[in-house]
């Protein structure tokens, strides 16, 4: 796996540059995967953006920090690609070697982030002169072919429940509160309550003629608050 430093236009603009400023493009640690390997995880490949010879770099101008339960990742030696042998397996695949580092770390970090940075020295923060501080460190893992033993898993908390409102059916037929309501209104002398309404009862389309000349065919709606609708439908169960 490659790990890129992470300004990717800031990597695109040094490229087409005619400036010798260089800077890191990404790190590449070599891990055969074979168990009881004794080089697993401490081989890094590091790629510059161009060809770095005159930087004249060595160990010193390399920094591995990081890491939770190892924070010490010392470096044993550093060298530039070209000078390691041809038929070295360290070099296969490196392409163009003269812009390739190779390290070789005195053990391996655990499964947390590092970070590799570019220093003038071992008591300075701030990258060689000629590479570019935007472009001076990049973010890894040794633990690239190994499974982790950590559970990195989103934690998705739980949806909370909806509110179990009591169900309001407007179309149902209830009869008996239809009744209710219609008796209340007519008590034979005037009406009463707080609402009023009209109904005619017939069959056949003689009736419903008849009820068309004493008043107007229409809906009849009944409107009560919801308080009252929803304590009428706890009772009901």
């Known amino acids: ?18 400036t010798l400023i260089n800077g890191l493009e990404y790190l590449e640690v070599d891990d055969s995967g074979v168990v009881g390997d004794p080089t697993r995880q401490l081989t890094l490949f590091v790629k510059f953006l161009r060809p770095m010879n005159y930087l004249e770099l060595n160990e010193n101008n ?4 990081g890491g939770e339960r190892i924070k010490t990742v010392e470096i044993e030696w550093i060298d530039s690609a070209d000078n390691l042998p041809d038929d070295s397996e360290l070099v296969d695949g490196l392409v163009p070697r003269n812009e390739f580092v190779v390290i070789r ?4 970090g655990d499964f947390s982030q ?5 220093v003038s020295g071992p008591d ?10 935007r472009l001076s ?21 739980c949806p909370i429940p909806p509110v179990d409102n009591p169900r309001l059916d407007y179309l149902a037929k209830d009869y008996a509160s239809f009744r209710r309501l219609m008796l209340a209104l007519d008590t034979g002398t005037a009406i009463v309550g707080p609402a009023r309404g009209d109904i005619f009862t017939g069959s056949g389309d ?14 009849f709606h009944i409107l009560i608050p919801r308080a009252a609708a929803e304590r009428y439908l706890h009772a009901e169960g």
């Not at 770390?105 to 391996?108: C, G, H, L, N, R």
């Open 62 to 65: 390399f920094r591995i920090t």
């Open 124 to 133: 300075s923060d701030t990258p060689p002169d000629g590479v570019d501080p």
């Open 105 to 108: 770390t005195k053990s391996y």
């Open 1 to 18: 796996m490659k790990y890129y430093c992470c300004d990717q236009r800031r990597r695109e603009v040094i490229k087409l540059s005619d």
């Open 206 to 219: 003689a009736a419903g003629a008849l009820a068309g000349h004493v008043r107007n065919a229409a809906t």
């Open 137 to 157: 460190e990049i973010q890894f893992s040794f633990k690239v072919q190994c499974a982790s033993d950590f559970d990195c898993a989103t934690t998705i908390p």
């Open 114 to 118: 590092y970070t590799l940075s570019l």
